[in-house]
Structures are given as C-alpha cells and as structure tokens.
C-alpha cells in the first residue's frame, strides 16, 4: 500500500512540475505575442504616414492588419 502511494506521489509530483513548465511557457507565448503585435501595429502605422501602400502586403497580413485595428487579436 505505501509503495502505490509512493507511485502515485511521484506521478502528481511528475504532473505539477510539467503543469508548472507548460504555464509559464503558455506565459512567454503570450509576451511575445503581444510585443509582436505592438510591432505589427507600429509597422503599419510606419508605412502608411510614409506612404508605403499596404495593398502591397498579402491579403493575409492586409487582414491580419485590419483585424488588428478593429480590435481582433486580444
């Protein structure tokens, strides 16, 4: 009975730490994703008062730009 219970500690031990690893690795992402977007967001403010045509861009960024503005990507 105490060997199970040893296991089963080790396991939830095993599982807290991969728990810990994953949520500040979630954390990090999230960082990143919001310095990407103050970027992003900065970039095509640049480009437009210089008079760089974002039409230029491919539809998927024009879109990603354009979601961005509307408030998407929180």
């Not at 939830?12 to 500040?24: G, P, Q």
């Not at 979630?26 to 970027?39: A, F, N, P, T, V």
């Given at each position: 009975?105490?060997?199970?219970l040893?296991?089963?500690?080790?396991?939830?031990?095993?599982?807290?730490?991969?728990?810990?690893a994953?949520?500040?690795?979630?954390?990090?992402?999230?960082?990143?994703?919001?310095?990407?977007?103050?970027?992003?967001?900065?970039?095509?403010?640049?480009?437009?008062?210089?008079?760089?045509?974002?039409?230029?861009?491919?539809?998927?960024?024009q879109?990603?730009?354009?979601?961005?503005?509307?408030?998407?990507?929180?």
């Amino acid at each position: 009975m105490n060997e199970q219970l040893n296991e089963m500690t080790k396991a939830i031990n095993k599982a807290e730490i991969a728990m810990k690893a994953a949520a500040w690795q979630l954390e990090s992402q999230r960082s990143d994703i919001d310095q990407l977007r103050k970027c992003l967001f900065e970039l095509a403010y640049t480009a437009e008062e210089n008079g760089i045509n974002l039409v230029t861009l491919t539809k998927t960024s024009q879109d990603t730009i354009v979601a961005l503005r509307l408030g998407g990507f929180k």
